[in-house]
């Protein structure tokens, strides 16, 4: 048997996880190295992050996923290095791993925007640990407003800040005001969960920013109807235990909330800040490489990079956004150029479809911008809810989450309403409440 | 308004919610204070262990399951020492709440026989954390083995030793044997997965002693016929990152494996040993509180002590086992003669109906003694999903879990087959393997 052409992915996000589905029948021999041992249905993480879906439910085992698939190997570790001229990618175990062509999808993580120490308090959703350490989170403020001793300790624990209003910040306090103003509605006997406050906090002047203006408009009713407040031109500059600082044009103020989400923008990873050094690649501000037509670095045609840590372009030079469509169109177009090129042949550039784009608000509510046609509302939700089901990769979590859905729509419940894992350092541990009466 | 009768319930576990859902019409005030915010369905945590259920299929928030009852408030919070002159307790923060009638069903906690530190590599099954904890250590040998250096380093990624052949011990030997033999059949490409040795460790003579003998036989010859080694008479010696040593009778030995379980005891908590001394209670061996036929501790009538930290008797004086079906009778008998007190009455000492006891050992496999009549097999395991699916707290988790189920028997797939967390100390980072060919 002669030496097979070795494709190595990093990442089974996305991107990696369907270019090596598009190289099934292809005569390559193919690892797939992940850090995780799973591949996560990123969209859907903030359901997790309120309690609606169990995490098993949005993530599959890439061995699962690839198993029938006998030209891939799928393998558990973490990249940190590159030696682009050995074509070698060397792990934080020292393990080395040789490539004819090397795939980068290893995605991005959350910026502070240089406030890394904003972190603590206010924990991101990147990862399965943040959104359960954010469900611990909200569900910790409830139980400790209960036994608050005080009026304006019990109001800073029910009072939420969701910083950024994005497309998660959006789900986020979407989902959010549903907990408080249904889910938890009965369930205490001090606290009326209803007067928790939810404030969406964005620097820009409107919500859902990259959508269209009407669109932004729709988002911005919905979510108020649901109870949100809504503060915009509003820039942080500051989060600790106590709140969130901000500055409003000329004037500054402090909102007093034990729960800060963030909700703002993603940089590169360690990695990726390697890769580029080694390679002398050229990135963006946000660090995202700047790939050539055909997905692969200038200069180096075997190192393609994908997903959230590329920039790609679309036809007029506007940059994509960071969306799974994008991972998964680029992902398919670099497993197909490297099968052209084995056979000799190339392929026109890459040419994203864009099929639209949506933002879920909460229950039957949701803003689309599908082929450029602009929904909002139920319809909305009914083609984020089919569009979101059909993607899911295994074909029982899909059975289930709609089962999961349906009883949520139904009841208003939330099944996964567990407070676990360890109580990290900034959630301070309760205080005393002596009921003598 | 009078001041009420103040039942104060420490743990939200079987005794404690059932003692507090039988109180629901009673003319009293009714604190239920438990340190995790959901109830836990014990019997089915080795099924989170083993992949084929999440967390939240198998616990109910307490607010949740008691919310429209409002003669009981629900608060988080560990409690850690008891005044019982000034009838108080004492929380970890310092709280104090007072009571009139004390229902304390902390449950207990894994005992490794003075050993603490074989904890280390030895995981127990008593809580969520620890149960996602098996999931991850079980998982990632798997994933190790594929990436090993040596066959003998292969070998002990994939030997598997549980001690203990109780229930717990039974089941998780069961589930474990079904993921090696089928679940991972197809997903690795260098280890055979069926190759795994899982080996029951037990130092009594037969498995599930506390069960009639043909029960016990037949239990024995349908985990073995799952694959699984059994070594009876052997008593653990040492646990540590390399395996278990043992002794059986005159000769010792020792097991490589990377994966340990541990099935055995349990003993009392912290605060159990706490309120014994305070209160100069008797204990048994164990540590659990020595209860009138009433329940209640001598010469304590307002203090009830229920589940598995009571040693409560049957008629004939023998020790009731440390299962939920004494827990839920006992907290349902204790709340019956607080509302019976109340109305100047008594009742008649607490008589254990026993229904039986059930084991299941694998796919469509279980043993149960029901009403003293022995079944194994195909009905025992029936019967075993019937009583599991009908005493699972919420409606919501009842049908998903009979799914889960249902997909999990047709395919012998795992949903739930994630590795999440941090790792452990115990957990070695994988070492390198030069993929240079």
């Known amino acids: 048997m002669p030496n097979l052409h070795r494709v190595l992915i990093l990442g089974g996000g996305f991107a990696g996880l369907v270019a090596a589905q598009t190289l099934k029948r292809a005569d390559v021999e193919i690892t797939l190295l992940d850090k995780r041992n799973f591949h996560l249905f990123q969209p859907l993480l ?7 879906l169990s995490p098993a439910e949005i993530a599959a085992p890439i061995r699962a996923v690839l198993s029938r698939q006998k030209n891939v190997e799928v393998l558990l570790g973490e990249a ?10 060397i792990l ?9 062509t090397l795939i980068i999808a290893t995605g991005s993580q959350t910026s502070y925007y ?7 308090n206010a924990p991101s959703l990147k990862s399965i640990e943040e959104a359960t350490r954010m469900r611990h989170k909200l569900l910790y403020a409830f139980e400790r407003a209960e036994r608050a001793d005080t009026e304006a300790e019990e109001r800073a624990w029910l009072t939420f800040v969701i910083v950024g209003a994005g497309a998660t910040g959006l789900e986020l306090a979407g989902a959010l005001a549903e907990i408080a103003h249904h889910t938890l509605k009965r369930d205490f006997r001090r606290i009326r969960p209803q007067e928790a406050r939810i404030i ?3 620097g820009g002047p409107r919500v859902l920013a990259p959508y269209p203006e009407d669109l932004s408009a729709k988002a911005e009713k919905l979510v108020k109807r649901l109870g949100v407040e809504i503060m915009l031109g509003a820039f942080v500059t500051n989060i600790d235990a106590d709140g969130v600082s901000y500055k409003h044009g000329e004037t500054s103020g402090t909102v007093p909330a034990r729960t800060v989400f963030w909700a703002g923008g993603v940089t590169t990873t360690p990695f ?4 580029a050094e080694r390679l002398n690649a050229q990135t963006d501000r946000s660090g995202r490489f700047k790939v050539d037509p055909d997905l692969a670095l200038p200069n180096r ?3 393609f990079v994908l997903g959230d840590l590329a920039c790609t372009s679309d036809a007029k030079g506007n940059p994509l956004p960071g969306v799974a469509q994008v991972a998964i169109q680029g992902g398919r177009y670099a497993a197909n150029l490297i099968k052209a090129r084995l056979a000799g042949r190339t392929l026109p550039p890459f040419k994203y479809f864009d099929k639209g784009d949506m933002a879920v608000i909460g229950r039957a509510a949701a ?3 599908v082929f450029g046609v602009h929904v909002s509302g139920f319809i909305a939700w009914c083609i984020w809810l089919f569009i979101h089901l059909i993607y899911i990769v295994e074909f029982q979590s899909r059975i289930i989450v709609l089962i999961q859905w349906g009883f949520l729509y139904l009841t208003f419940s939330r099944t996964a309403r567990l407070i676990t894992g360890e109580l990290s350092s900034d959630t301070p541990v309760p205080q005393s409440r002596s009921k003598a009466s």
Chains 1, 2 share one sequence.
């Open 46 to 52: 903030y359901q997790v992050a309120t309690g609606s």
């Open 80 to 89: 940190v290095d590159i030696d682009p001229d050995k074509k070698n990618i």
């Open 92 to 100: 934080d175990d020292g393990g080395v791993f040789p490539y004819d």
């Open 114 to 120: 240089g406030n890394d120490q904003w972190r603590e």
């Open 200 to 202: 969406l906090m964005e």
């Open 272 to 275: 990726g800040r390697k890769v």
């Open 301 to 303: 045609p075997e190192i």
């Open 367 to 369: 803003v689309a911008d």
